[in-house]
T-cell receptor, first 118, second 115 residues
């Protein structure tokens, strides 16, 4: 089954304790992205990756790190979590259409990770 | 200015009725893509339908159709024959430009379907 998986699904942690949320997709997608969803603000992009070893900042990258060492995995790292990073996090992946310009196709989302930082 | 506007915080509809969820967008790029996602109470984001800016026909997927009015910059989602399982939050999103690297989401519309 084609899917994007995230782990853990739920996490309660304390300020300053480093954590990693894993994301994996089995669709051989080039593009992967992390979003956070907050009430009244919708979804906002944190980081994205167009391919292995190619990552870039989204709209709200502060306090987060990512890596893309393999095509299928795109972990999100919070080196020193703070309460304002309490949120619902989504990983997404997409194929990219080639041609003169690249085109990101529809994004498939993981199930979400609900993070609480105390 | 907001790129994606969903003006209906909540909509209520009875089973078997059709419902239209509004979405307007703002871009000056001639190449863009519009998406609708469904988020049930369980939280996952489910892709419903896609419309490209150069597509001549309105997109349809089963009971979902997209009423695309380019001149008005609107991309309303129409759900025909509503079902109880359609109760969820619905998000309109835009990929702006040929290499848009993010989906820009609206704030969503909560749809409640009653029997």
């Amino acid at each position: 089954e084609a899917q994007v998986t995230q782990n853990p699904r739920y996490l309660i942690t304390v300020t300053g304790k480093k954590l990693t949320v894993t994301c994996s997709q089995n669709m051989n997608h080039e593009y992967m992205s992390w979003y956070r969803q907050d009430p009244g603000l919708g979804l906002r992009q944190i980081y994205y990756s167009m391919n292995v070893e190619v990552t870039d900042k989204g709209d709200v990258p502060e306090g987060y790190k990512v890596s893309r060492k393999e095509k299928r995995n795109f972990p999100l790292i919070l080196e020193s979590p703070s309460p304002n990073q309490t949120s619902l996090y989504f990983c997404a992946s997409s194929s990219i259409s080639g041609g003169p310009t690249l085109l990101i196709n529809e994004q498939f989302f993981g199930p979400g990770t609900r993070l609480t930082v105390l | 200015a907001q790129k994606i506007t969903q003006t209906q915080p909540g909509m209520f509809v009875q089973e078997k009725e059709a419902v239209t969820l509004d979405c307007t967008y703002d871009t000056s790029d001639p190449s863009y893509g519009l998406f609708w996602y469904k988020q049930p109470s369980s939280g996952e984001m489910i892709f419903l339908i896609y419309q490209g800016s150069y597509d001549q026909q309105n997109a349809t997927e089963g009971r979902y159709s997209l009423n695309f009015q380019k001149a008005r910059k609107s991309a309303n989602l129409v759900i025909s024959a509503s079902q109880l399982g359609d109760s969820a939050m619905y998000f309109c999103a835009m990929r702006e430009g040929r290499t848009g690297t993010a989906l820009i989401f609206g704030k969503g519309t909560t749809l409640s379907v009653s029997s």
